[in-house]
């Protein structure tokens, strides 16, 4: 059983334009959610987190929304660097370390 | 700071044998987690240690195990491999974990082929 959902395997944009990647959930009791970039052959790595008491969390080009009524939440990347190509994990806990992930999403920027 | 680290990277092993994987966490973290990631599916919880005491389990066969020593450093066995045991093993450490909001920090994984 998903519990976390990221329902695109892969986008396309192009380079200065926003990407805009998204994740459901299905626990309401999940209060605490990750975003992880992920290169071939290397571990995941963290980018960015959001706690249930916010809606919003930012970090230079890096955004992460939360619509808890939705159980949605997204990250948008702006402006979008070749570099950002990657595939990108949402994950979410509801407490303590026993994190849910999604299938991923493979972004392509496009010079 | 050094990351996450895990050994061996690559593993080749046959059906009924049995693997141990090792992670050495970062230098502080007290929590240790592994994850298993197959082709097609998100990375799947395996277990969580903290303290030498699995805090946590996810939905896996007994045949999956593992121990934390007490420098945090972290194993994880599997016993009776089977051909869907192929996947990239990760591991992860954080600070604690407790609702302290600490993300994981993932090592770079091992790579574990059954044939």
């Known amino acids: 059983d998903q519990q976390v959902k990221q329902n695109s395997p892969s986008l396309s944009v192009q380079e200065g334009r926003i990407s805009i990647l998204n994740c459901d959930y299905t626990?309401?009791?999940?209060?605490?959610f990750l975003w992880y970039k992920k290169y071939p052959a290397e571990g995941p790595t963290f980018l960015i987190s959001?706690?249930?008491?916010?809606d919003k969390n930012e970090d230079g080009r890096f955004t992460v929304f939360l619509n808890k009524s939705a159980k949605h939440l997204s990250l948008h990347i702006v402006p979008s660097q070749p570099g950002d190509s990657a595939v990108y994990f949402c994950?979410?806990?509801?407490?303590?370390?026993?994190?849910?992930f999604g299938t991923g999403t493979s972004l392509t920027v496009i010079p | 700071k050094a990351g996450v680290t895990q050994t061996p990277r690559y593993l080749i092993k046959t059906r009924g044998q049995q693997v141990t994987l090792s992670c050495s966490p970062i230098?502080?973290?007290?929590?240790v987690s592994w994850y298993q990631q197959t082709p097609g599916q998100g990375l799947q919880f395996l277990f969580e240690?903290?303290?030498?005491?699995?805090?946590n389990k996810g939905n896996f066969p007994g045949r999956f195990s593992g121990r934390q020593f007490s420098n945090s450093r972290s194993e994880m066995n599997v016993s009776t491999l089977e051909l869907g045991d192929s996947a990239l093993y990760l591991c992860?450490?954080?600070?604690?974990?407790?609702?302290?909001?600490?993300?994981?920090?993932f090592g770079n994984g091992t790579r574990l082929t059954v044939t």
């Open positions: 230098s502080g973290h007290r929590s």
């Open positions: 626990n309401s009791m999940f209060d605490y």
């Open positions: 959001i706690s249930s008491i916010k």
């Open positions: 994950a979410a806990s509801a407490g303590g370390n026993q994190f849910y």
């Open positions: 240690y903290f303290s030498e005491t699995q805090r």
């Open positions: 992860a450490s954080s600070l604690d974990g407790q609702g302290d909001g600490s993300p994981l920090h």
